[in-house]
């Protein structure tokens, strides 16, 4: 399995806005970047749209084994 790197891809327009996007992170998880991103530019959100990668099950997730416990009458 190929590993993706992170990517954060900020762009500040001449107009003020700023246009981040993320890639090689799959799932919810990228909405801590842009968290961390209104936090540190004092920005709020005013447009916000999905890639591929947001509907995809998060890294963390496939990596973890799960164990179930199946309880049987004998």
């Known amino acids: ?3 993706k790197n992170k990517q954060l ?7 003020g806005e700023i246009h ?3 890639g090689g992170i799959k799932g919810k998880k ?3 970047y842009v968290e961390m991103l209104k936090f ?3 920005v709020k959100i005013e447009k916000q749209e999905f890639t591929p990668e947001y509907y995809e099950m998060e ?5 973890q ?3 179930y416990d199946i ?3 004998i």
């Open 40 to 42: 540190l530019a004092d």
């Open 30 to 32: 990228c909405l801590d």
């Open 9 to 15: 891809k900020i762009k500040l327009l001449p107009n």
């Open 65 to 67: 084994e799960k164990t």
């Open 71 to 73: 309880l049987r009458d």
């Open 20 to 22: 981040m996007e993320t």
């Open 59 to 63: 890294e963390s997730n496939l990596n």
């Open 1 to 3: 399995m190929v590993k």
